[in-house]
């Protein structure tokens, strides 16, 4: 058991739907404890600023429209650069490795925390562990991603949603692509891991789907194309996860230059120049916002409870996770032990989409 009293609970790495639903879990879950929650601003970087930027969280803060919506109320931060923090009259200051953690721990001491529940991936969990051992209070983590490769569990926050939401992309592009007799080529998020596309390329009645951990041809898929156009069928619906290569190995980036994306572009202009009529989507961001689904909502509240949970048996650094149906929890180091954790080429999702006639690549 624990004298935890007061805790800190903040977002780390890209949104997605859900958040804050995990937010309010522990918010509630916390209160109910009878503790106090304080929400950190933009991950850590509301420990470094100064004025630091937090709120302290109650229920009221929750009532519709918040708890439902996509994004994170806390804001968070994928930019992995701490050492750059912007003053709150615009300008830039930059911080060394000791006064950032300085500042981290004068932030935690002047908040009185007792312990920080970090909603991000794995690599956010790492790099707050040690500031919170060096702060001297607890971690705890709560894996989201809508690629769902987080390692240690089968299920992250935002996932469910990001896939519903691509499934009704493609139920949207089927109407189109079936009136113009087109091949739609939509391209989804997943840098190195393709569940959201095969899952959804599934759910979404696809023709072909091309994810980065199994290989494909050109060849193979124009062929799959070919044979179901003479099937009488004149539309077609594929999926490709952004991660994936072309068939010389080069990936695609997005105008950043540092995400991936672009390659629905490759596959549209190489089947335009076969005679399909083809059209390129890319979905982007969307698929990280609205509101969570069911499937969310309660996973994203069952991981907060768990959270505290922990916090309140004393534990510290673990991160929870859903294996096999269960919540449970893993210590953060055996975690990171673990890959992220892509689709398997052999498994089940990959053989019912082949047993439905869909090309998943591999010829
Ligand atoms: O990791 C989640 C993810 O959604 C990836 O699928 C995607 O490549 C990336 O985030 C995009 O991140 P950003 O917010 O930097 O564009």
């Given at each position: 058991m624990t004298n935890v009293k007061r805790i800190g609970v903040l977002t780390s790495g890209g949104d997605c739907s859900g958040l804050n639903t995990a937010i309010r879990g522990v918010t509630f879950s916390a209160i109910t404890k009878g503790w106090e929650v304080y929400g950190i601003h933009n991950a850590t970087d509301g420990l470094f600023v100064r004025p630091m930027r937090y709120q302290k969280l109650t229920m009221a803060d929750f009532t519709c429209p918040y708890a439902t919506m996509g994004g994170t109320m806390l804001?968070?931060?994928?930019?992995?650069?701490?050492?750059?923090?912007?003053?709150?009259?615009?300008?830039?200051?930059?911080?060394?490795?000791?006064?950032?953690?300085?500042?981290?721990?004068?932030?935690?001491?002047?908040?009185?925390?007792?312990?920080?529940?970090?909603?991000?991936?794995?690599?956010?969990?790492a790099i707050v562990s040690k500031y919170c051992k060096m702060a001297g209070i607890s971690m705890i983590g709560i894996p989201k991603t809508i690629d769902n490769d987080a390692p240690g569990t089968d299920m992250a926050i935002g996932f469910a949603t990001a896939k519903s939401i691509v499934a009704d992309a493609l139920d949207k592009l089927d109407t189109t692509a079936t009136s113009h007799n087109r091949v739609?080529?939509?391209?989804?998020?997943?840098?190195?891991?393709?569940?959201?596309?095969?899952?959804?390329?599934?759910?979404?009645?696809?023709?072909?789907?091309?994810?980065?951990?199994?290989?494909?041809?050109?060849?193979?898929?124009?062929?799959?194309?070919?044979?179901?156009?003479?099937?009488?069928?004149?539309?077609?619906?594929?999926?490709?996860?952004?991660?994936?290569?072309?068939?010389?190995?080069?990936?695609?980036f997005a105008t950043n230059g540092k995400t991936f994306g672009g390659i629905s572009e490759y596959f549209a202009t190489r089947l335009q120049a076969d005679g399909f009529n083809v059209r390129a989507n890319i979905l982007g961001h969307i698929q990280r916002a609205g509101s969570p689904v069911v499937e969310d909502r309660l996973l994203a509240s069952q991981f907060a409870v768990k959270a505290?949970?922990?916090?309140?048996?004393?534990?510290?650094n673990r991160v929870v996770v859903h294996q096999n149906g269960q919540i449970t929890d893993m210590d953060l180091n055996d975690v990171l032990k673990i890959s992220n954790t892509p689709v398997d080429p052999n498994g089940e999702m990959v053989k019912t989409a082949r047993s439905l006639g869909i090309y998943v690549g591999e010829k």
């Open positions: 804001g968070t931060n994928n930019s992995g650069n701490a050492h750059i923090q912007e003053r709150a009259d615009g300008t830039i200051e930059e911080l060394t490795d000791e006064e950032l953690n300085q500042r981290f721990k004068d932030g935690i001491k002047e908040l009185g925390l007792s312990a920080l529940v970090v909603i991000g991936g794995d690599g956010s969990m739609i080529v939509l391209e989804v998020m997943g840098r190195g891991a393709g569940h959201l596309a095969l899952e959804a390329g599934i759910a979404g009645f696809a023709d072909a789907i091309l994810i980065p951990e199994v290989s494909y041809t050109y060849e193979g898929l124009r062929e799959c194309l070919k044979k179901s156009r003479a099937e009488g069928r004149k539309h077609a619906l594929v999926v490709v996860a952004e991660g994936v290569k072309t068939p010389d190995g080069k990936h695609s505290i949970e922990l916090l309140a048996e004393g534990k510290d």
